[in-house]
């Protein structure tokens, strides 16, 4: 691994970064537990040691906050949405979102959601070969509506995911231009990108139009806006934008990418299969609750195997307001600390043989063992994903109507490798699939 991840005098571990994006974040934790890296001329701190993790994401004394370098790339999509605010907005809007994400209320999308993905993988035949990462976009994104918005979607669905597309494109090269402003220029690939995400605020702005003349309470997205009619403490037009357009993005896409990795993770271990079809088998469509699905053993450790293996957020980012010290090591104020659920979840202080998919070794006596900050997919402390429990309920309804239904084979002769850009997408890939 090392022999191709060099730190390069001048341009630092930028070259690798940019061409094998996970392997020098791994390699860089293996070089300490914080360890000061740089990307041209940005300086960052690598911490990758449980005890210290723990000390940024829980953060008691109130000094982190979310690394504006690389969120200021982003911030005309996000605007002032869930996964970049801070303060008071954040602290407001976090209430106000986070009871549609408790586990009890994710228990009643249940029904919804399994419907969805009934409704659309039904429609696959014997022998045809599904585009898989695309097909688990276009669920994830019905799923999302189903469960948190119930808006009208089929005729402008075609158009988010063309816009979404269009703008995750240009994530990596936005996150790896040296300047900031070169996103600003009046390029043809920048205009693109206007083009998009004013097409996709266009669509959702129609949507909260449409929302507010229904006048229901019974989504999310129903509470957003009813919050703002409420008048004090409500939110403006543009909040809601801001929160629509961050629980799309960061509600579909990484669920999607979840359900991808495992489903081909499966493919190449046919075994597991059959075990989990028998897990299966007692479940009842028409009544079925969270910890009868999600916590079966197998289903369990296949969703936590797979997330270890390629956590779709693959980096967790974080800038100190002050001067502090992490392990002993100085971290200037406003430098970024960088932390890795992928290179956490490689660590071979915590996993054995930790390459190999092996979701068996996700039982109590491991998970006893495991540091908490060992394990991070969803990150942790204050800002932990508020969507766990939906995308963990949504994958394993995903992966037990799809394995239920069909066998699924893995076509191509070589192992199929990420591609990893804004989150660890997996590369283009199909897979033939056989009703059982
Ligand atoms: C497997 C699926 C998912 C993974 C691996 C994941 C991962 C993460 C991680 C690591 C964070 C914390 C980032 C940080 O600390 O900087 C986060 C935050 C967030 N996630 Fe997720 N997420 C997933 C699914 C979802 C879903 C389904 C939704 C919504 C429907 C969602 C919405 C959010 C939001 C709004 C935040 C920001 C929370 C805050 O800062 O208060 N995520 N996610």
Not at 227 to 236: F, I, K, N, P, Y
Request: hydrophobic fraction near 40%.
């Amino acid at each position: 691994m090392s022999a191709t991840i060099e730190n390069h005098w001048l341009f630092g571990y930028f070259k690798p970064f940019v061409s094998h994006r996970v392997e020098t974040l791994r390699h860089i934790s293996t070089l300490g537990d914080v360890t000061r890296f740089r990307l041209l001329m940005g300086v960052n701190y690598m911490v990758s040691d449980p005890q210290l993790i723990a000390q940024v994401l829980l953060d008691p004394e109130n000094i982190f906050i979310k690394n504006r370098g690389f969120w200021s790339r982003f911030d005309d999509i996000f605007g002032q949405g869930l996964v970049i605010s801070e303060g008071t907005i954040w602290k407001k809007h976090r209430k106000l979102m986070a009871p549609a994400f408790q586990s009890k209320t994710v228990q009643t999308y249940f029904s919804q959601m399994i419907s969805e993905v009934d409704q659309y993988v039904c429609t696959w035949r014997t022998g045809e070969c599904i585009s898989v990462h695309q097909s688990m976009m276009e669920i994830t994104l019905n799923v999302l509506n189903a469960c948190l918005f119930n808006v009208e979607f089929a005729d402008v669905k075609k158009q988010i995911v063309e816009c979404i597309k269009q703008l995750e494109s240009q994530f990596s090269l936005r996150v790896v231009r040296p300047f900031g402003f070169q996103s600003k220029w009046p390029s043809k690939i920048n205009k693109d990108y206007w083009a998009a995400l004013t097409k996709l605020e266009t669509i959702v702005k129609q949507f909260i139009n449409n929302v507010r003349a229904k006048n229901d309470d019974k989504t999310l997205l129903d509470k957003l806006v009813n919050a703002r009619d409420e008048g004090s403490g409500g939110l403006d037009d543009n909040e809601i934008r801001d929160e629509l357009i961050t629980l799309i993005l960061a509600g579909h896409d990484t669920t999607s990418i979840t359900v991808s990795w495992a489903l081909y993770l499966l493919s190449q271990h046919p075994h597991l299969i059959a075990t989990l079809r028998m897990e299966w088998s007692t479940l009842d469509p028409q009544n079925l609750d969270y910890n009868s699905l999600v916590k079966l053993p197998l289903t369990r450790g296949v969703l936590r195997e797979t997330l270890r293996l390629y956590p779709p957020a693959y980096i967790i980012g974080r800038e100190p307001l002050v001067d502090t010290q992490i392990g002993g090591v100085k971290i200037p104020k406003s430098f970024a600390v960088v932390i890795s659920p992928y290179a956490m979840g490689r660590d071979e202080r915590f996993y054995k043989e930790p390459e190999k998919f092996i979701p068996q070794r996700w039982n109590e006596e491991f998970e006893k063992t495991l540091p908490r900050f060992a394990f991070i997919p969803f990150g942790g402390g204050k800002r932990t994903c508020i969507g766990e429990h939906f995308a963990m309920a949504e994958a394993a309804i995903l992966l037990w109507r799809i394995i239920g239904k069909y066998d699924i084979e893995y076509t191509d002769n070589k192992p199929l490798q990420p591609a990893p850009v804004m989150t660890l997408t997996p590369a283009p890939f199909n897979l033939k699939v056989h009703a059982v």
